[in-house]
């Protein structure tokens, strides 16, 4: 992507994937300081949301707290889902950038109403329905997004979630900031093989494979949005335990920072048995056609999927499609009408 070139500047979402750059340099982690110390009393986090607000922000942060060993349950679930909950122990975060997604707003008002102290807000707006609803609103610096895929708050979110759990844990979140940034900037500009790219434009379906951390099912999310191509998510070893059964020579995985040990069986089931192409998004080679992209530490995830977006960006312009107008997609997915 390069926003000197009309091509990419004139949608609104490559110009909100570019923000990013600001959003992480002007990241302040201190500001979850205080309500990590609340919610580490309570012992127990439930992240609910919908959609892009949830799948990366959440499935990230319980990644790094199984990782880290932390001394706290973090979980996520769709809002409906956690409504059937007993969320008594828990402390919530109920994110929607709009502050209107109708499961949410319910959630946490259903929290409310059972008397739950613990419940918190995570949104890009203020003055909204969730605000009235929980204890706490943080409002997220990067402002509202005019694209229908959400992209600059994704990541804020997820820096903001992690930021809670690195002052839970004693752990410092500023090295693998420092020149985040400029990585990000780095990725979101990076010239594509317009090979991968002719691969995926003639893709049946573009498949999404790694660790279960949000960042492939985020990207298999945005293939939906970006490209109107149809798209699957293929968790741990999912890609070669029966899906092979129906995928066809001309799919493409990519797989994102690929796992050593599965290196070998993805060769033996998806290359030379299916016959179809795989490309790994990683920060060092790898045995298959590798994006390589440069490590960042622990927020290493958030240059995968921003170097994510660019590739999707350069598949959506290949196949003239406008960017920021999907036929059905909407900006609010269900909007709570008051």
Not at 48 to 76: F, M, Y
Not at 108 to 128: M, V
Not at 190 to 212: C, E, R, S
């Amino acid at each position: 992507m390069n926003l000197k070139q009309e091509r990419y500047s004139k949608f609104a979402l490559v110009r909100e994937m570019m923000d990013t750059v600001d959003v992480v340099a002007s990241f302040d982690p201190g500001r979850t300081a205080q309500v990590a110390q609340e919610i580490k009393r309570v012992g127990r986090l439930l992240l609910a949301g919908e959609g892009s607000s949830r799948i990366v922000p959440a499935k990230n942060a319980i990644r790094k707290a199984l990782t880290w060993g932390l001394d706290l349950q973090v979980v996520t679930d769709g809002s409906r889902q956690a409504a059937h909950y007993d969320l008594a122990k828990f402390a919530v975060f109920c994110a929607s950038n709009s502050g209107r997604t109708k499961e949410v707003v319910l959630l946490a008002r259903k929290l409310a109403e059972a008397g739950n102290p613990h419940r918190y807000g995570l949104s890009a707006n203020r003055g909204t329905l969730l605000e009235e609803v929980v204890k706490h609103i943080f409002v997220l610096t990067c402002g509202w997004e005019q694209a229908v895929a959400a992209t600059k708050s994704v990541v804020e979110q997820a820096l903001f979630y992690q930021s809670l759990l690195c002052h839970m844990g004693g752990r410092k979140m500023t090295p693998d900031l420092d020149g985040l940034a400029e990585k990000i900037r780095h990725v979101l500009t990076l010239p594509i093989d317009p090979q991968i790219v002719q691969k995926a434009m003639k893709a049946t379906t573009i498949y999404f494979a790694g660790y279960n951390d949000g960042v492939a099912e985020e990207l298999t999310l945005k293939t939906n949005e970006i490209t109107r191509r149809k798209s699957d998510f293929l968790e741990g070893t999912y890609a070669i335990h029966g899906v092979e059964e129906v995928m066809d020579p001309s799919d493409v995985v990519f797989v994102i920072d690929p796992i050593q040990e599965e290196v070998e069986k993805f060769q033996e089931v998806l290359v030379k048995g299916v016959g179809l192409t795989v490309i790994a998004i990683a920060d060092r080679p790898t045995p298959f056609p590798t994006i390589q992209v440069p490590a960042a530490g622990e927020l290493t995830p958030m240059v995968y999927l921003c170097t994510g977006w660019n590739l999707l960006v350069e598949i959506g312009l290949a196949l003239g499609i406008n960017l920021d107008k999907p036929e059905r997609a909407r900006k609010v997915g269900n909007e709570l009408v008051v």
